[in-house]
């Protein structure tokens, strides 16, 4: 009996210390791809604003010397 015991408590500790990195590795790899979607989002959401705000911008230094000639 003694041997199957043992036998019982090393399969019982390799299973777990398995399941402990698989779940790491799951865990690192969530956080990772919910970094990268939190980033898109950001940058989704800022890209209006920041395109207003640059349309805005070229609108103000535009002046009459920078508007095309017509001809005569």
Partial sequence: MGRSS??????FWLLLTASILLA???ISLFLSVMKVM????????LVP???????????LFRGPATKLKTRD
């Fill in 24 to 26: 790491a590795m799951v």
């Fill in 38 to 45: 939190i980033y898109l989002l950001l940058v989704l959401l």
């Fill in 49 to 59: 604003f920041i395109y207003l705000a640059l349309k805005r911008s070229l609108h």
């Fill in 6 to 11: 043992s036998k019982q408590t090393v399969q």
